[in-house]
């Protein structure tokens, strides 16, 4: 089977979150499985292009965009476990400081950015000697992927087979664009109406791939029952209830030979299951590095997220006086909305013994809190799926976690009574929830430490791996390819 996905970002070579880290996972995951799997994204200019062994592909396409000939050009780099990674070069559109915008406001042409992206990706599939399968996108700025294969480029002889997936990460990002960039899309305006891709005066990129792809899914199976609703749809919830069985939740996995601590090089000492000396090293590491004092009595909380009200992050800046009275030490790394640095800052000033802020995107420093920290807390409103608390529950570091999405679906809580659990949930989005589930993982980090250490195992001893992943991917794959036969075929049950 032959897949290409199509993503604006994927680790190591840019990222702004977990997006990027699922497209690094999970393709070489599916590669294992036997796919051809190629990923085509934005060539930025942070990509270091020598460090990373890109190099140019002789393979060039213009395309018509706004009346305008824009032409595409394509670097690759296959990577040791047999994926292809694409890049798009056009230096107008992504030679660029920042992926998708400043510190303070996103690109104003970010439609036209993204609908070159996804028109190129059709382009570039109908240059090839053999035709992909399936077309996965990931996220709104690839959503436009399924629209094309339905409609502009519908007639393509070599697209007739091909199905279409559609990812939705995070529901909060959805591609509003006003009414006018409806011609830019280069589709008729007969395609602009509310069952399809206008949303209230708007042109809807995410609802657009919603509904013109084969199969859609999320990130976890309790973020698909979620986004359901009116609390949580964002206005799509009715379009997503349409899409019924073609609407499943795929739990992210981990790359555990990147995010594993008995191989890690980021941290100060490597431990496992078998062996947690190293974990003690790395807390006194992360104590140093952050200027706290060296104490091993002293739960140490660990904070990396983006910083904005989805993360919880008010909610956090809320409960820290409550949480440095009790004698407890954070550390919180992360970027995000301006308001947010500037009252962690001020409560790093006020609570100097306690805490620790570093407001920057460092990959080293986060496997270092991860490693180094008790307890990772992640206080989300709503959070599709989530990795730091599966990375977390890797290192030995128990999530503190609000119960919701993929949250939810993986932390299970603690029970002294039985011993079993992995970490500590609540339900309430409120500080004072918050702040009486991190004391109670505090009391027993400090009262029984031999409970804290089964605890700690129990976490180690997760399989959060991305081969199961993959296996359901792959499955989601057969389905669409299937129902794509049905569509074109009435024998097998199509639409006559």
Not at 200 to 217: E, M, P, T, W
Not at 279 to 286: D, E, G, V
């Amino acid at each position: 089977m032959r897949v290409l996905m199509i993503s604006p970002e994927v680790t190591p070579f840019a990222q702004t979150g977990g997006l990027g880290e699922v497209l690094s996972g999970l393709p070489a995951e599916l590669v294992a499985l036997g796919l051809q799997v190629d990923v085509l994204m934005p060539r930025y200019r942070g990509i270091n292009l020598e460090l990373h062994r890109i190099k140019p592909l002789d393979l060039k396409v213009e395309i018509d965009l706004n009346a305008n000939k824009v032409v595409a050009r394509f670097w690759e780099f296959l990577d040791e476990r047999g994926v292809r990674y694409l890049f798009l070069e056009n230096e107008r559109y992504f030679d660029r400081e920042g992926l998708y915008g400043t510190r303070y406001k996103d690109y104003e042409d970010n439609a036209e950015r993204f609908v070159f992206l996804t028109r190129a990706a059709i382009e570039m599939a109908l240059a090839r000697p053999t035709p992909y399968e399936i077309f996965h996108a990931h996220e709104w700025q690839a959503a436009l992927t399924p629209v094309y294969l339905r409609t502009l480029f519908a007639g393509e002889p070599l697209l007739r087979d091909s199905a279409s997936v559609m990812t939705i990460h995070n529901l909060g990002y959805q591609g509003i664009f006003g009414h006018q960039d409806m011609p830019l899309v280069g589709l008729g305006w007969e395609f602009f109406n509310y069952r399809q891709m206008e949303f209230h005066g708007q042109l809807n990129f995410l609802k657009s791939g919603i509904v013109f792809a084969d199969k859609v899914n999320t990130v976890s199976p309790s973020y698909r029952e979620e986004i359901l609703s009116e609390e949580f749809g964002f206005g799509l919830e009715g379009v997503l209830q349409e899409k019924g069985a073609h609407l499943s939740g795929i739990l992210n996995g981990v790359d555990y030979n990147v995010w594993n601590p008995a191989t890690d090089p980021h941290i100060a000492a490597n431990y496992d299951p078998d062996d947690l000396s190293g974990k003690a090293i790395c807390k006194a590491n992360l104590q140093r590095i952050a200027d706290l004092p060296v104490r091993p009595d002293v739960p140490v909380i660990g904070v990396v997220s983006r910083l904005s009200p989805q993360k919880g992050i008010d909610m956090l800046q809320d409960a820290i006086p409550s949480l440095v009275g009790q004698g407890l030490q954070l550390v919180v790394l992360g970027t995000g909305e301006p308001q947010h640095h500037d009252a962690l800052l001020e409560l790093g000033r006020t609570y100097l013994d306690n805490t620790a802020i570093f407001l920057s995107y460092d990959q080293d420093l986060a496997h270092k809190i991860f490693a180094g920290s008790d307890m990772i807390l992640v206080p989300s409103r709503y959070e599709p799926c989530g990795l730091n608390q599966l990375y977390a529950l890797k290192y030995g570091t128990a999530p503190v976690v609000r119960a919701t999405g993929g949250l939810n679906d993986t932390v299970e809580e603690f029970d002294g009574d039985w011993d079993r659990g992995t970490g500590f949930k609540f339900v309430q989005a409120n500080p004072k929830a918050l702040e009486q589930t991190v004391f109670k993982a505090a009391r027993l980090y400090r009262e029984d430490l031999q409970a804290w250490k089964r605890l700690m195992i129990r976490c180690m001893n997760q399989d959060f791996s991305w081969k199961r992943s993959a296996l359901a991917y792959k499955e989601l794959y057969e389905k669409a390819l299937q129902e794509r036969q049905r569509v074109l075929n009435p024998r097998f049950g199509g639409p006559e």
